[in-house]
């Protein structure tokens, strides 16, 4: 996949570029080297004027330190009108380049601290170039705003670091894929033809039925990749990340010791640091030179395309693996969200269905039954018939139906199935992206932890000197020095914990208060509309909250997981996950499991209410039964969160934030000769929001997973709207990360971390609280009750009579009866509870029902507990965790490896016999003129060998030793860098 | 460690042993190379009739075949006396020496498959020739008995092996130990002090504060290997195994197309193959110069070192690491008992101690209290006090008291702990064993399998033939040619499933019945042991039949695994443990099950009683509860079963075996002059019993492990008992490896495999089963349901009248009224229920207390199921899987090895420059004299690079360059072999 030059699409201004200059910004002035990744830093305002008198004149000119076969262009490019600065190769001695930069500028006025910063950038810079990399930097063009470096590495640097990292590449061999026969071929052909339309127009190397092998880089086995280009052969992206690791791990020792660039950063010293985007995203020409990011953008990052299947293999190119991961698994749980869509609109439908012949609702709405309920509030509300909710009820039968225990069980094993295809699907890509046996790197400390640890170590070495005592040195940051920030976490952690339990119970002594007052209201219409009006509001006002909070854990989060000084980033990422999960996932559910598990079961009965702040009874449920609320709860924030999320956290605030950033900047130079020369890619880039980290992408996904999951027997038509909100989320994330963000640099992942843990830990919690919700949220449990064993025909009929038990309006305590009554004639009012009757020896009792209730609700949570836990034991058991094709192409590959390695080795060895038995000296100046094509004979059979070993009973023919040796090379899965047998250096041992 | 020589120990017969001869039958006849394997076949008497008649001729004659360094023996060891025939050196044309061993043989007379089998034989050993191994032979010496082939596997051999296999070896480099300092430093000294006399007195490398780096063996790098002797580096299991690998996959192509000795040993051609044992187990002489075997006999299999911790390393050096793992995991399990055991103790103490101030067995033994209770049987049994049932009350406080829940609760979280600490112990263990990263060799198919393959082969040619279709190649057997054996298997499954459940009824029916009968007798005597007499003789029934069984299905799953032809070894024993684990699980634990949750379930209730057999009445536990009945069927069956299986199965058995062969041994050749020569140590070996598989001791234990977590509730004295028999076991599994079975083959194993996963299975098994238990087969939840529900005195004053419902006798059925009742008087007798009375509306029916005090029981069991696995999963995440101590030192070593390559590549660059400046020639001809020593230049420097690179741009100088590669070589956990860089190849990428 070669990278289209941009020429038809930037306008260049001026004078036509010359024909080495193939696109705007994306490689040196000279038009040859990429440009790899950009360094920015803000020339401060007082260097600034300097700069704007003296730009004039140093505008023009070039200074180029370079002594590779780049031609010095010093002043030789004045038609480009842009002052650069080019150092590149390693000759130019460090020191001296050091020096130079020093002596140019160490004189001028500055300021002390930006004097420092500028030694820094130097030194740092310096050690770039001594690492191997080459520079180019503008010579203050811009007098106040940004000064960018642009960074290219040359081959060899590209070489060693691909090495160092274990970088896979495909080699030349390649093996076909099995294909299948008869049956299977013609299906699978069918399948191909029907999927064509969902399949992204992307041609990718690996497509087809051939898979090239793949090794890990070495310089030894140059000869058995596919090099056609050395500039194409790594990958942008890859050549991105090679140029992170060497910033990443170049020390700054003279002006400051800190290692890294990312310490740099924190230090204020460069502003930022990214690797540049491929080019502009619009395409204008040819659609067949569209480069990835425009690929990207038109198959991918546009709602048009939402039908189609994500390019996973392009984003994972051109992303690196870990935001391909994260949008792969986005598209697996989209995925598998249809069929448990499909089914939960089954579910809903059967509910519509059976709602005029659901016996219970049917009862409940027949006014012959004319049950008279006691009223809803103390002394204002009257007594009222039960075929006045006949709404609720049927409306409750949607939701709350047989169907909905066997979607619960289904739900539970979809999650359980999830995180299986899941498994296998990352193991697939590892496999396909040659992630298979990487190790994690270490990692260097987070800079502010770098801070803390100078600071102990002075404190220490001023004791010490007081103390006089030998102490072990301080090396690293043991509890004692964390536990304030532990003290505070704890103590914070509890603190909104007690915010968001407050929230909830604001929100509920809003309810209560408002419907008290709203009964008394002598309003009819407004009495009637009680329900509704303080339903809505109240959850509007839980929503309002929700969203809020979740602003506000987020950052408290990050704080507190700063106060922690975790050591790498690693470590700190994990930590900041689990505080903003735990946080989050508190705000997002306490509502929903007050209304699933509490509202409504400390009510009291009639004659001895439960009262809260003296007068206000507490809330009831409806009476269709406490699931329908449950239902409206969580669909409204459900649908709430995502749509405002999605529409203001994800659109809106990027748009604002890029509008006051472009504000700025026009504030800021007022004088900006824009319009004057073209945007470079850089600034372009650098225009662009920089990428931090996937961890709010994935943890909205896991919050909606959890209302997928954890209630879904309240609400089957959940997994529905995830799955319309996650097909427009992935293109949304996907036009984000193509036009809105800095190209992040490409890491490394296997896996998806400690979000996978998250995923089966909720997982298995929802299993419980969907045993829970069937049992004590729905109805299901009391009507089976009853039909199996209280009911005298075997059916539902006279279910609503057995569920409300009686009280002797007599009963009531002064002033709780209903003052204005229009029923009279009332001696026993019904409530819903199982309750002995006022004759009874033991009245108003919990009654024998209540207990055989309770008893069928506990066993059918163990039952169902344990039901689903077994059944999902049995499918993850079922469900091979690697894929059986994957599993026969690894052996496959490594048999077809070590063929190839043998096969040298064979070669090699006859070359060698060749050449004794001719007794011809090897040319050893032999001129490596193409890599590509001629293979230098010195470079690979170099050793020589004094024929077969004949030592001691000589064990094993060359045959022997060679498969030996190939075998013990390349039987690793991991990248064990494949060596040239040195047979000579193995006679020394026999 | 060196091998001590033997010379003290065997006596010697005839003539003094040479100095060369260090000890009989541990090396070849030249007394020094060590013999490393032995091949054993038996000659068949026919021919055996023919070497009686010429053995007396060519019995002194030897006859050598060796191009080594070895000097040709033959007929030049006469004092020995006996004939050796070796075999040795690859120059030796392979050809020429099967030709040579043909003609040898082929002329005289012998069977057809005799014949065959010889030339199986001789073709096989050739290509071991060929391989590089050195054979011996005797030359027909025992005319009927075994003859012995043994190998040698020579230095060039085990070097080119190792690195095929990747062994790990030491390095030269070692580094300290982190010591503690201060407090820590002298609690761990006064620490080990005290563990002093625990531990066992073995001297090992490691020990110490000291620990060697090592690498995976390299020819290239042998300067960096610890050799002083090339005879010990590789240590005699080491060598075994790489005998045993060049055995497995030596081909047999000529004479029958087979690969490797388990095939040829299934076919017959070979009767067993095993490396030796070190020398004899028994220490006469210096306790210094004790072998590896004696040193384990000494102070690891005898059960005086009971007390002692397990020589762990040694026993892993000398049998591999698959026995070291299960040693060692039985070492875990047996130190994580003492916990249990003592807490278990604390807990019935606590029992003791309270069964005087319990107030429910009081109130049962209180004869003031005076409850009638209904009859146990119709008509022959008469009414009788509760009183009268004291003594099962107080038994059963013993074991059914609040402080049991704590140790169901404890126990359960100890299974968890237990399983946390295995997987740490075996991180541990595969760090200081090298373990880390090895990989699944690829296996060869079981012999079965490949019969069958071949069968499958001839039968589709056959129809090939008549079809004339070209079909795909058979290449692998399909469900469809397993699925007779997969019915097989699934009916016998059922089978036996039926088989065990059978014998269960039939026991309660015998239990049923018998009591009946006893019940009827006129003997007063009789009838006052019925209980006892009744259960007692039960139980041994039920452990008669469960130790039978044992034994069957131990079988039956052994022939139904053949049946499945599972594909490979691993294969196999994964289904054959599942299927074993499935029968013997079900076997041992369904009597339990049964008292533990139906016996006394289905009773009815006087005047309804439910009848098995027309008459017999369903069966009642003991007046105490049935936990006093499930704790004695289960620690009956548990002891029962270790002190019979461990003396009888595990003692008698093989001994009684062993017994059998020599008897056999004796009649066979019943003319053998054994009194004539000492006895070799391959004749001592094949006289032990050979290795079968670690399958049987794990099922043991596994099993135990059931007894331990499973129904801990009901017997807190289970882990002592376990306790107790493990103590033994060890040892007793320890005598039986070191003295009575052949040496196995140290096979690597990184884990337990599948046993872990059983282990996991039941520990989460034990929560709900232990829920269970406590709250429907212990008393705990109705007392604390009367105490906080019912009892009007907030005690427990009244429960047991609470528990016993009222019985009008009048309502007795006819015929079922005691006939010849002592009390005369009575009209309300009483039964053990929660039943409404006679004199309510709904007489009989189960009442609201029998409601409440369920759904008390299942509330229970919800809240202790989750809370356990709750628990569980935090104990297994605050207890990390990798030791701090381990991972540290992971780091340590990567950083280490990094350096010491690090240094090589420097010092080896620093060379070059010199020889490039001095413009000299290197001299190829260096003698390798001594390995250790002098390491020759051309070894490891033959590689001329042509400066350090000054291409294009030239990246990185030659010490980015050194960094780099030695980096990409050693950075990795797995062995990848390290190669030289060659620097002069690289330069052709440049």
């Known amino acids: 996949m070669q990278i289209s030059p941009l020429e038809d699409k930037i306008p260049v201004m001026g004078a036509p570029p010359s024909p080495q200059v193939r696109s705007e910004g994306l490689h040196f002035l000279d038009g040859k080297r990429k440009v790899d990744y950009v360094l920015v830093f803000h020339q401060r305002r007082h ?211 800190t290692i890294g660039i990312s310490t740099l950063i924190a230090k ?14 619009k395409v204008i020409g040819h659609l067949e030179e569209r480069n990835d990011r425009q690929v990207l953008h038109e198959e991918w990052a546009r709602y048009s395309a939402f039908y189609k299947f994500q390019p996973i293999d392009l984003v994972r190119k051109y992303f690196g693996e870990k935001v391909g991961l994260y949008f792969a698994w986005l598209g697996v749980y989209t995925q598998l969200l249809v069929p448990a869509s499909i089914v ?106 770098e801070t803390i640890l100078l600071q102990k170590r002075q404190r220490k070495q001023k004791t010490k000197k007081k103390r006089k005592k030998s102490e072990p040195a301080v090396d690293k940051l043991t509890w004692k020095d964390r536990l304030p920030g532990y003290f505070i976490n704890i103590s914070s952690i509890l603190f909104m914990f007690g915010l968001t339990f407050s929230a909830v119970f604001g929100v509920i002594i809003y309810r209560i208060t408002v419907s008290a007052l709203m009964a008394m209201s002598p309003d009819p219409e407004t009495k009637s509309n009680v329900r509704v009006t303080v339903t809505a509001t109240a959850v509007i006002i839980n929503l309002v909250v ?107 605030i990027p748009k604002l934030k890029k509008l006051i950033r472009s504000l700025k900047e026009k504030e800021a130079t007022p004088n900006a000769r824009e319009d004057e020369k073209p945007p470079q890619q850089w600034n372009l880039d650098y225009a662009l929001a920089p990428f931090d980290g996937l961890t709010p992408e994935y943890m909205e996904m896991i919050i909606q997973f959890g209302f997928v999951s954890l209630f879904v027997a309240s609400f089957p038509l959940a997994p529905l709207f995830a799955l319309l909100n996650n097909i427009i989320e992935i293109r949304l994330d996907a036009k984000k990360f193509v036009t809105e963000l800095r190209r992040p640099v490409a890491a490394r992942a296997k896996d998806i971390g400690i979000w996978y843990n998250i995923l089966s830990g909720m997982g298995k919690l929802s299993v419980i609280i969907n045993a829970f919700v069937i049992s004590f949220t729905s109805d299901f449990i009391p009507r089976l009750v009853y039909q199996y064993m209280y009911s005298p025909s075997g059916t539902m009929h006279g279910f609503i009579d057995h569920t409300l038990s009686y009280f002797n309006v007599t009963n009531f305590k002064p002033g709780s009866a209903p003052q204005n009554s229009a029923h009279e004639d009332v001696t026993f009012c019904r409530y819903k509870d199982y309750r002995e009757p006022p004759w009874s020896s033991d009245a108003y009792q919990l009654s024998k029902q209540y207990w055989s209730v309770l008893a069928a609700r506990l066993a059918f949570v163990i039952l169902f507990q344990n039901l689903v836990m077994f059944l999902g034991l049995i499918v ?11 599993v026969e192409q690894l052996k496959r590959e490594k048999k077809l490896l070590v063929n190839l390695f043998l096969q040298e080795e064979k070669e090699k060895f006859q070359l060698i016999q060749s050449l004794f038995t001719k007794d011809s000296i090897l040319q050893s100046n032999s001129q490596p003129s193409n890599p590509s094509q001629g293979l230098p004979i010195l470079g690979r059979y170099s050793t020589l060998p004094s024929g077969p070993a004949a030592g001691d009973g000589g064990g094993g023919g060359p045959r022997a030793r060679c498969r030996a040796a190939s075998f013990s090379q390349f039987s690793g899965k991991t990248c064990s860098s494949p060596k040239n047998e040195n047979a000579s250096s193995r006679q020394t041992a026999v």
């Not at 505008?59 to 009108?81: E, H, R, Y």
């Not at 170039?129 to 930097?137: M, Y």
């Not at 204020?268 to 995203?281: R, T």
């Open 47 to 257: 260097s600034s004027i300097r700069s704007l008198v003296s730009g004039s004149v140093s505008q023009d000119q070039l200074s180029v330190v370079s002594n590779g076969n780049f031609p010095p262009t010093k002043g030789s490019d004045p038609a480009t009108g842009r002052g650069a600065d080019i150092l590149g190769g390693e000759a130019a001695s460090v020191g001296e380049v050091f020096m130079e930069l020093g002596s140019a500028k160490g004189s001028e006025p500055m300021e002390a601290i930006d004097q420092e910063m500028h030694l820094i950038r130097q030194e740092f810079e310096a050690n770039l170039l001594e690492a191997g990399l080459e520079i180019e930097r503008e010579k203050e063009v811009k007098p106040n705003g940004p000064s960018f470096t642009r960074i290219h590495a040359p081959w060899p640097v590209l070489c060693r670091e691909a090495e160092f990292l274990k970088i896979r590449v495909p080699t030349k061999a390649s093996y076909e894929l099995k294909e299948e026969r008869g049956f299977g071929s013609s299906m699978s052909s069918i399948w191909r033809k029907l999927n064509q339309p969902f399949q992204p127009k992307v041609s990718l190397q690996d497509h087809g039925s051939t898979k090239f092998l793949s090794h890990c880089f070495s310089r030894d086995k140059l000869h058995l990749y596919n090099i056609s280009s050395k500039d194409t052969f790594f990958d942008n992206a890859t050549r991105g990340r090679i140029v992170y690791e060497i910033l990443r791990r170049t020390v700054c020792v003279r002006t400051c010791q």
């Open 268 to 281: 204020g010293v460069y502003d930022s640091a990214f690797p540049l985007h491929d080019g502009d995203y």
């Open 344 to 449: 939960g609109i089954i579910v809903f439908g059967y509910g519509v269905a059976t709602v005029d012949t659901n016996l219970p609702s049917l009862e409940m709405c027949d006014e012959r039954f004319n049950f008279t309920m006691c009223p809803l509030c103390d002394g204002a509300c009257d007594f009222w018939h039960l075929s006045t909710a006949c709404g609720t009820a049927r409306a409750s039968h949607l939701f709350d139906n047989p169907a909905t225990v066997f979607f619960a069980i289904f739900m539970s094993l979809w999650a359980v199935l999830f995180l299986e295809h899941w498994k296998r699907r990352q193991i697939s890509l590892s496999f396909s992206w040659d992630l298979t046996g990487i190790e994690e790197d270490e990692e260097h400390p987070r800079p502010k932890y």
């Open 546 to 652: 929700i969203l809020v909070l979740d602003e506000i854990y987020g950052a408290v989060a990050q704080w507190l997981t700063e106060l922690e000084i975790p050591k790498t980033e690693t470590n700190f990422e994990e930590r900041l996950i689990m505080k903003a999960f735990m946080l989050k996932f508190m705000n997002a559910y306490a509502p929903i499991f007050y209304v699933a598990f509490f509202k409504g079961r400390f009510v009291g009965r009639p004659g001895n209410y439960v009262y809260v702040f003296d007068n206000y009874r507490m809330e009831e449920c409806a009476p269709g039964g406490c699931l329908i609320e449950l239902c409206i709860q969580l669909s409204i924030i459900m649908l709430g969160k995502q749509l405002i999320q999605n529409n203001i956290f994800e659109i809106g």
């Open 876 to 886: 993850a058991w079922v469900i091979p965790d690697v894929p059986k094709t994957i």
